[in-house]
């Protein structure tokens, strides 16, 4: 087991670029898995010096466009500041791979809130998985999600009819995850809001669903524990499809809000 922290080590070259090795068990089809970028590129934007004194504490927003999918292997991660403020600083981040740019990002960079939220709407879901919550990891399809061996992902089998071959179930997932020997932090937040399988599996349209765009909105830090997770869809339209994730901890709170926009594996 490669444990999140370990696998999302980057390597200051001081020139503003760093260096990662994305591993081939945070992967997704033998993909590197999107949340696993995105933390990836929130991680670089935070680790950055701008040299105004100011440290970059928090990734507070992270949207990122997915140009190629990277492999497994070394990467390059090229860094520009494009704006420095009191509350806010704003990085862009691009990951290349043998001199191609796959996925570019603008992280907003801050701190994040430690006090309660004056009002919150959030799904009402159990901060532990139930006794029928189905194990990613025991699917006939786990070894295509190798993600699970460095995180614990589990899935409320009731609306996912697609585990049954049953096509109709409303486009809802619910599921539970956390990181293997050590506690969830922010960056696992992001990875945790595209943790979910497509929510279209419930149209039958199975296999790699491949993300285009995704943004994610870290809120707050998340309390040891589960993290629970609600994902919907508003519409699909031929093969294009959204997913919403809200991602809530242990406590209650809410940690991060993830959407992104999406391809289906079949028009159906």
Known sequence: MISFSTAAAIRPMGDGTFTAELPAEWTVGGKPHGGFLLALLAKTAVALHTGNGTPLVDPLAVSAQFLHAP??????????????????????????????????????????PRDRAAWTDLPNQPAEPPGNAIDIATLPSASMFRLTEGCDVRLDPSGAGFLHGHVGDPLRLRLWARPRGEHADPLFAL?????????TFNLGRMGWSPAVQLTALLRSRPAPGWLRIQVDCRAVHGAWFDSDATVVDSTGRLVCQARQLALTATTG
Do not use: F
């Open 191 to 199: 990875v945790a809001g595209d943790i979910s399988m497509p929510v």
């Open 71 to 112: 492999g497994v292997g070394p990467a390059l991660l090229r860094t520009e500041v494009r704006k420095t403020g009191r509350q806010a600083t704003v990085v862009a981040v691009n990951l290349e791979q043998r001199g191609r740019s796959c996925v570019e990002a603008v992280i907003t960079t801050g701190r994040l």
